[in-house]
């Protein structure tokens, strides 16, 4: 069959008069898949005195331009440049040719037919954000606040913002010649650096106002380095890889995650496996049967509270008073819309897709983000301002739950007694407390069992205690966590303690004081980079570029 194919080229050849593409002066070719709206032309010329010339995409058989062409490209008006943005329209056919036409209309140059897939998942996911579905709110770059923020919306439609800005003929080696400035050296602004850095620019400065990198991944190492792990994660400090999704019993991979693993993975390779320099994962223990659960200030014989295990099997531990019917009826409702088992579905799968449905109707028909919780529960729904305060567990109103206030703190003791006790609790954040400020108390997942001295996150809360509790002065707020430590786990607390701390109110913070995102803190600023690499990219009209970042990160959310 390819014998067939050439000789009928060749016929077509010889029966036109045509030159073929290698005895022209210009050679033009496309060097990626053709399986989305938008792709470079390179081109380069053996005759300088072949400009201007346009160029046009038809039958490979077409000698003259004016009637067999299927649609125009660009005009290249003279030398210095090496690539045309090419905006593949809807009704293409597969199989034709880019063809150069010199002023007079003469043929100047031709490539090989060009086979089109529009049938690829990218043309016909194009196809159905362009059909007037939910997710077809795509124009441009720029996004307002005019009708709220849509959140797989206009800046990830890459043709949309070609067709805006009309770029003409590109120069590459010009473009990757530009001095980028990235403001931050934050995972976003790292991963800006490394993006456009693959992509051939070399002239690249990252300005940080601060004293480290990172942002909000800040490791605080409370004696020694990170062979000592004598450490805490005081911003973002596990990824989930999978959920098991509660409506089939099946375990699903959080598909948002898997970009951080491929980060490391890339990372390993860039750094040829040096010791020094390998990205690891520690296993995390998220929930242990022997946290403890001290509420109400009770505790049994042995002076500890009641362990998450003993209360499951007695509930009359808690010490509890009775609830108020109304604070457990929204206490559900919250648990309701928070832990739906087919959010969390929905949110392993795409996190985009999943957080826009939320919010145009995430409350039963309502925008999910059209309301605070507070204003939800008490102005909407009815229930008492007392009720809705103790459910949501804060002062005053607030925002939604996906936003908040982070604080920790993390204490280090002479040795991890919390893995002695007689019910040794390994690792895990199930310790909880209504003790004001502390929230959850998470034991490291690492060096299980070791000897030596351990680190505690003591305290990990947010919200309004996240505000409140940073007002306090450092030692201060310090001393009150101890103290709570020893009132949760007896004087062993005080007696370990080696005076070794860290403390991190994020709302005190002059350059990362904003309110932070659920679910996926790092991944979403990974994904921040790789936008603004991105759109950068297709400002500069190199689409290759542009394409094959977003196939390396798996840019799903991207349509180019």
Aim: hydrophobic share 40%.
């Amino acid at each position: 069959m390819a014998g067939i194919r050439t000789l009928l080229v060749l016929g077509l050849v010889v029966a036109f008069g045509i030159s073929a593409p290698a005895d022209l002066p210009i050679k033009l070719e496309v060097r990626t898949v053709l399986d989305s709206r938008s792709a470079n032309i390179h081109f380069s010329q053996r005759d300088d005195s072949v400009y201007p010339f346009s160029v046009t995409y038809g039958a490979c058989g077409s000698s003259g331009v004016v009637y067999e062409k299927h649609h125009d490209i660009s005009t290249v008006h003279a030398q210095g440049t090496d690539r045309l943005i090419w905006l593949l329209p809807d009704d293409i056919k597969s199989s034709g040719c880019l063809s150069a036409w010199s002023s007079t209309d003469e043929l100047v140059g031709r490539s090989e037919p060009l086979v089109i897939n529009k049938e690829s998942r990218r043309w016909r996911k194009k196809r159905h954000l362009d059909s007037g579905t939910r997710l077809s709110k795509r124009a441009s770059i720029p996004m307002t606040n005019s009708s709220g923020v849509d959140a797989i919306g206009p800046w990830f439609d890459g043709v949309a913002a070609l067709e805006d800005v009309q770029i003409g003929a590109v120069d590459a080696a010009q473009a990757k010649a530009k001095k980028i400035a990235i403001v931050g050296a934050g995972m976003a602004g790292l991963m800006t650096w490394l993006c456009l850095n693959a992509s051939g620019f070399q002239n690249l400065e990252i300005i940080e106002a601060g004293q480290r990198l990172g942002g909000r991944v800040q490791t605080a190492y409370l004696e020694g380095g990170p062979s000592d792990y004598q450490y805490q994660e005081m911003g973002p400090m596990r990824f989930p890889e999978t959920i098991r999704y509660a409506g089939t019993n099946e375990t699903l991979p959080v598909n948002d995650m898997q970009l951080v693993f491929q980060l490391a993975d890339m990372m390993n390779q860039l750094n040829q496996g040096k010791t020094n320099y390998t990205v690891n994962f520690i296993p995390w223990i998220q929930t242990s049967p022997n946290g403890l659960y001290y509420f109400n200030g009770y505790k049994q014989a042995n002076g500890l509270p009641p362990t998450v295990t003993e209360i499951k099997e007695n509930p009359s531990l808690t010490g509890q008073t009775p609830e108020d019917p109304q604070v457990a009826n929204i206490t559900d409702l919250i648990f309701g819309i928070g832990c739906n088992p087919n959010t969390s579905a929905a949110v392993a799968k795409n996190v985009f897709t999943a957080f826009k449905a939320f919010v145009e109707n995430g409350l039963n028909g309502l925008g999910g983000d059209d309301w605070s919780e507070f204003a939800y529960l008490h102005n909407y729904l009815g229930y008492s301002l007392n009720a809705t305060d103790q459910a949501v567990n804060t002062g005053g109103a607030r925002g939604g739950n996906s936003l908040w206030e982070l604080m920790s703190v993390a204490l280090q003791f002479s040795t991890r007694f919390w893995e002695h006790l007689a019910n040794p609790i390994l690792g895990g954040c199930s310790t909880t407390t209504d003790i004001p400020g502390i929230g959850s108390i998470c034991y490291p997942s690492y060096k299980i069992n070791s000897t030596g001295p351990g680190v505690m996150l003591a305290s990990y809360t947010n919200s309004d205690f996240g505000i409140r509790f940073s007002s306090l002065p450092e030692l201060e707020h310090v001393q009150y966590v101890l103290n709570a430590m020893v009132e949760i786990h007896g004087e062993v607390a005080r007696e370990q303690y080696t005076g070794r701390y860290n403390r991190k109110c994020w709302a005190l913070d002059p350059l990362e004081s904003a309110s932070w995102a659920s679910p996926s803190v790092v991944p979403s600023a990974l994904e921040s980079g790789i936008r603004g690499s991105v759109q950068l990219l297709l400002e500069l009209g190199l689409i290759d570029e542009a394409k094959a970042i977003t196939e390396k990160f798996m840019a799903r959310w991207i349509s180019i």
